[in-house]
């Protein structure tokens, strides 16, 4: 038989099952918030709305440049902005799942909505100013989730996991922008 070298107990995980199961029967009405949960839930909550925000804005600008995109050779830019449309509709369940989970409720009321959101709503004039304004957009998103993600840390490793998978798909997403802006008008930009 093994025997059981005592550096075990010093291991936190390995604390009462008795005591785990206590607590988290008398806290049951808080969901999957446990007391190991490192921050306050209502600071998480507050800050994934302006997330949320912020990519329910991208759903709309990518879908309007998807609808308006027009003009010679457009159908691959139109691709692109739908998929990506898709991509950030995607996100924003995810982060809107992950408000819920908190005990929050997600806000998807259009009232207010730039103001809680990091990224803006433009139009774009044709077709390189559309692209333009996703790749700022983009930008603006890779810094604020890249903050957040710092913040999360380890005190809130699920939403921070969560937010690094979108911040990596932003990613991707503002390199494609960037391709796209090299391949018609042949230089990286940026004017404005
Ligand atoms: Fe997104
Ligand atoms: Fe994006």
Known sequence: MLKRSNSHKAQPFLSDVKELRRRAKASMEKGAVTTSYGLDPKTAIDILQSALATEIVCVLRY???????????????????EQHAGDEAEHMKQIAERINELGGKPNLNPEGLMTRSHSQYVEGADLVDMIK????????????????????????????????????????????????????????????
């Open 63 to 81: 879908t309007a440049h998807a609808i308006s995109a027009v003009g010679i050779n457009s159908s691959e830019v139109k691709a692109e902005f």
């Open 133 to 192: 304004e996703n790749l700022l957009a983009e930008r603006i998103a890779i810094e604020s989730y890249t903050e957040i993600i710092r913040f999360f840390g380890d005190k809130d490793v699920t939403s921070r996991v969560m937010l690094e998978g979108i911040l990596a798909k932003e990613e991707e997403h503002a390199s494609d922008m960037h391709d796209l802006l090299v391949a018609r008008e042949g230089r990286p930009m940026l004017s404005k």
